[in-house]
Structure formats: C-alpha cells, structure tokens
C-alpha cells in the first residue's frame, strides 16, 4: 500500500515569541519540520505534503531542502486541523493509498511507530496515535470500548468522567485518502472553539460503520513544542537517548552530559569523546578515533584512528585521513589532512591540502583570504613546516621540503629544499636600556600631569 505523508505546518507558534514559523525552531541542528519528515522517511512515502501558513517561504526551503520532492501547500486561515487537512485534498485528488497525517512540531514519533500504524491499518479504517499520560493535563482523550476507538473528546469539551482518562490523544491519523477526505467533509465547527477539528473524523467513521482503533506510543515521542521551555526540553530528550545510542554501539563518553550531538551525527565504535565536545550538522566519526574535550566539530570527516584536541576546531570541509592528529587551539578549514600528517598546536589550516606524515609547526597560518577570493595552499607530503610560518596562498610546499620558524612563503618551495624569508636580525648595543628608560620617564610625566 503508498503511503502519503501529510504534515501540518501552519503555524506562527505565538508563545515561542518569534518572527520564525515555530515548525523550524531547530532542536540537534535541524528544524522540528524535518525531525519530523526524517521520522516518517523510513516509510518510503509516495508522497510528502507540507501544510504551510506563517512563514511558507521559510517553511517551504526548508522542506525541499530535506526533500525536493516534497509539495507545500498553503493554508490562508488557520480554522483548525481538519481545515489544515482539507488543504490537501487537490493536491492528493489521484493519490491512491494511505495518509498519515503528522505535525511539524511534534519531532519524536518514531519510524516503528508510524510502521505499527501503517500495519494496523490493514484491520481498520482509522488509526489513532494515543499514549498514556503521566499528567493528561489539557490533552484530548481517547474513549475506547475494547480495541474500538469511539471517539476523541478535545480537552475543552470533556465530561467529568472523561477527564479521569488517561489515554490521550497525540493527533497522529493514518487513514486511506478517500475515506479521510469523505471524513474531513463531514467534519463541522460547531464546538466551543468554532474550529474544525481533525478529531472529529472518529466519531463521523462510527455512524458511517467505520472501523477505528488506537495504537500506542511512549508520551516522550508525542511531545509537542509549543514554547521555548519546550523547545529546550525537547532538545534534552534527544540529547540523552542520542547519547544513549552511541555508548551501546560502543562509543565512550567520558562525560555524557557535556557532549552535544546534532541530528545526523555519526561516530563508529571504539571512538573516545571526552567532556565538553560539540557535535555540529554534518559530522562522521570513524571507528577508533578519539576526540579530546572542547573541541567542535561541523561538516567534517575525521577517519579511523585519528585524534581531534583538547579545543579543536573543525570547520566544514575537513577531512582528516587515518592516524592524523590535530591539537590544542588548531583551527581546520576546507582541508584535507592526509594520513599521518600532525598539526599539533596553535595553527590554522584553511583552503588547503596537507600531505601524508607532514609535520605543521605551532603558530602556522596559511593565509586563503585576500578580501575577495579564497586560495588553495598545497602542503608536501613529509615536509616540515616550520613554527610561525606564514604560508600566502596561491602557494605549493613541496615533498619532504621545509620551511624555517617565522618564515613567510610567498613563492612556492619545491621538493626537498628549505625555506627561509625573514627580515635581517639588527642588534643595537645599550639601546633597551634607553628606550625603556625614556618610556618610563614620559610615563611618570604623564601621571603627574593628571593628579
């Protein structure tokens, strides 16, 4: 059976007190709207609609850059989330197949979640995600009679007795597309909110002799984000079962708490993480690597065995072969590192390409920038750079070559000869103690002069 996606992102999200659409709000670097098409990915949809409103445009690249194919349709009045789902009944008029309907601010359903419920549809007509709620709170309930699902009861219109459920409704449906849009039709306003409500639809496929049932999740997957307590709540969670994941597959981390992970970060078994370590966007650890603490890491690619700080700074673009090992204070930039190669101390790497078993010495800056244009520097392989050298890029350091500390390389070195660029050292007998003495005089001056 295809399954089409069908999440609702209309929202402005007032409490988050933001000029963006609250659905983009990132937790572990990347949009809640994307947690959430990434989550329903593992299905193989034929198709993913986004409900778009406040904010579309932004709402919109952000959906297509996670998938081209993803089709946004816009929601001019927000009148409920059965109006929000109604938006997509053209834009589904030849889908054949189930919908799951999800939302952009509800990052954590699981994919086996949403495959339970994708299964239990082939014995019902819709399916209802619940969960049982420590705090049912303002939560919608469910009202079951067996495995039937009679019918959602939103929060503003419970009974007494209906408050004492505690099955609650996350607002996750899956149903086939013609018989949720016949269901959607049907679906009225006349409710204490004067909205459309999505919930409805249970109690509408009852009186048509239609099947509906819940499946149940753990409540941690049906947070909704509503603010920016929640927003950092939910960033939490991820953080501790991401953690969580990577020490069983064989990952050591010194000190859990202080690692931050992104969304799509990826470390292989034997790796060590010491405390105080940022994972950004776009990172791949291989096996047997060790990353030292306070270091941070974005759109990099550090191979097996090789060994990043203490405070190391890898920047997108970096490459770093087997066995390298990058140190203290050490910026690396759109580079490659080759195996073996070190640059221990102090330096930045920017635009470049070091060869294997290079040594970089303390201090080294190849200077990419002119203002205007970014340089490509080419570093040898076993060459041997000297501390404070300055390599101005466009500029080639040869094969086994070596450059002298506080060299500045302004024409290439070719292989195997030595580089030396400094200034004639002058020194001037006694004249230390003059200066400092004329110093110290104008200073005193100076202080006097002010009291």
Not at 39 to 45: I, N, Q, R, T, V
Not at 209 to 229: F, K, Q
Request: charged letters at 20%; glycine letters at 8%; a negative charge.
């Amino acid at each position: 059976m295809s399954i089409a996606l069908l999440i609702l992102a209309a929202g402005k999200g007032t409490r988050m007190n933001s000029d963006l659409p609250k659905v983009l709000h990132e937790v572990a670097g990347a949009p809640m709207l994307v947690h959430a098409m990434k989550s329903a990915d593992a299905l193989d949809p034929s198709k993913t609609i986004v409900i778009a409103g406040h904010g579309a445009d932004a709402v919109s690249a952000a959906a297509t850059a996670f998938d081209e194919n993803a089709e946004v349709v816009l929601q001019i009045e927000q009148l409920g989330t059965a109006h929000a789902v109604a938006q997509a009944k053209t834009a589904l008029s030849e889908f054949e197949g189930d919908v799951i309907v999800l939302y952009g601010d509800t990052p954590f359903i699981s994919p086996e979640t949403l495959e339970r419920m994708a299964i239990a549809r082939a014995s019902h007509d819709v399916i209802v995600l619940g969960f049982e709620a420590a705090d049912p709170g303002r939560y919608g309930r469910l009202v079951m009679s067996g495995d039937s699902l009679e019918k959602i009861v939103e929060f503003k219109e419970l009974s007494d007795d209906e408050r004492k459920i505690t099955l609650c409704n996350s607002g996750v449906i899956c149903a086939n597309s013609d018989v949720l849009f016949d269901l959607i039709d049907a679906v009225t306003n006349e409710n204490a909110a004067g909205e459309y409500y999505l919930t409805d639809i249970v109690e509408i496929a009852q009186s048509k002799g239609l099947s509906a049932t819940s499946v149940t999740c753990d409540e941690s997957e049906t947070l909704g984000v509503n603010s920016r307590v929640q927003l950092a709540e939910a960033d939490a969670i991820f953080q501790r079962k991401a953690r969580i994941d990577l020490m069983e597959a064989g990952v050591t981390l010194h000190a859990p708490d202080t690692v931050y992970l992104s969304h799509d970060t990826y470390i292989g078994p034997d790796t060590i993480i010491e405390p105080n370590v940022v994972f950004g966007p776009a990172v791949t650890v291989e096996n047997g690597a060790h990353i030292r603490a306070f270091s941070h890491l974005e759109g990099c690619h550090v191979s097996r065995g090789a060994t990043v700080g203490p405070y190391a700074r890898l920047r997108p673009g970096t490459e770093l072969a087997e066995f390298t090992k990058v140190g203290n204070f050490v910026e690396i930039k759109n580079a490659v590192i080759d195996e073996g190669a070190k640059v221990n101390h102090l330096s930045y790497i920017g635009d470049a390409h070091v060869g294997a078993r290079a040594n970089i010495g303390a201090g080294t800056i190849t200077c990419n920038y002119d203002g205007v244009m970014k340089h490509h520097t080419e570093i040898g392989e076993a060459s041997f750079i000297g501390s404070n050298t300055l390599l101005i890029a466009p500029v080639s350091v040869g094969a086994n070559a070596m450059t002298g500390s506080g060299t500045v390389v302004t024409q290439d070195v070719p292989d195997d000869a030595l580089a030396i660029a400094r200034t004639k050292q002058v020194n001037n007998p006694g004249l230390a103690v003059k200066l400092f003495d004329m110093l110290k005089k104008k200073k005193a001056s100076k202080a006097k002069g002010t009291s």
